[in-house]
């Protein structure tokens, strides 16, 4: 690459971070619903015509937001799981499950934009999945290493959802009992939803030492997925 193409794609990539920014202020303010490129534009002092090379549709800019939040928080939770490499299963757990409520309290706009209410009119295009399964992913990890080390309790499942298991278990970890995926998605259902009553209030005037109860919560589902 040249030296000048070396400074446009610099200079690209400047702008393009500057429109996120000024985008997540506008989440804040408006919420995501009422994200707009002419509003964002004015902001950065550009004129929309320009702004729509780097985004040519509102959803385009939703979109790389989305990912963006979701590859922070994947990221906070694979750092969190591999901060104690050594550490038992449900420590390993209770570690990301941690850091997922770390990092929605510290960012709760983006937060709601990937976990709150949908968007109207938008709909997530297939390239949010891979960052989107991030935390699932490192969730799936550690049960996987339980399962192959100390292993995991038995974990009873109805006869009516066992083809439901299969299903989910060939979908998300072929190497895990059919059991452990439905723990799995219940348990990753759970976190969301502790996580989600904590910031958006539900717990107001009924929880009062929260990060207690949010870590006892964490080894519960550690249970509920069968780590010892």
């Known amino acids: 690459m040249s030296t000048a193409q070396g400074a446009r794609a610099r200079a690209r990539q400047e702008v393009t971070?500057?429109?996120k920014e000024a985008a997540r202020r506008q989440l804040a303010e408006e919420g995501a619903a009422k994200l707009s490129l002419r509003a964002v534009a004015r902001e950065l002092g550009m004129v929309s015509s320009a702004l729509y090379r780097y985004f040519p549709s509102r959803d385009d800019l939703l979109t790389a937001l989305?990912?963006?939040?979701?590859?922070?928080?994947?990221?906070a939770a694979e750092r969190?799981?591999?901060?104690?490499?050594?550490a038992p299963p449900t420590v390993r757990w209770i570690a990301v499950c941690e850091a997922v409520r770390g990092w929605a309290l510290t960012h709760p706009h983006e937060y709601a934009l990937i976990y709150g209410s949908p968007v109207p009119g938008y709909s997530a295009p297939q390239t949010t999945v891979r960052a989107a399964a991030r935390v699932g992913m490192a969730l799936i990890g550690i049960v996987r290493d339980a399962h192959q080390g100390p292993g995991l309790a038995a974990l009873p499942?109805?006869?009516?959802?066992?083809?439901?298991a299969a299903r989910m278990v060939t979908d998300l970890a072929p190497d895990l009992p059919p059991e452990a995926a439905v723990a799995l998605v219940a348990s990753w259902a759970q976190l969301f939803?502790?996580?989600?009553?904590?910031?958006?209030?539900q717990f107001n005037k009924v929880v009062e030492d929260r990060e207690a109860f949010f870590r006892h919560a964490a080894a519960r589902l550690a249970?509920?997925?069968g780590l010892r």
């Not at 499942?157 to 439901?164: F, I, Q, Y």
């Open 193 to 201: 939803g502790l996580v989600g009553f904590e910031l958006f209030g």
């Open 66 to 75: 989305i990912i963006d939040a979701y590859d922070s928080l994947g990221e």
């Open 80 to 86: 969190a799981r591999d901060a104690v490499p050594d």
């Open 17 to 19: 971070a500057a429109i």
């Open 223 to 225: 249970e509920g997925v």
């Open 157 to 164: 499942l109805p006869a009516e959802l066992r083809p439901e």
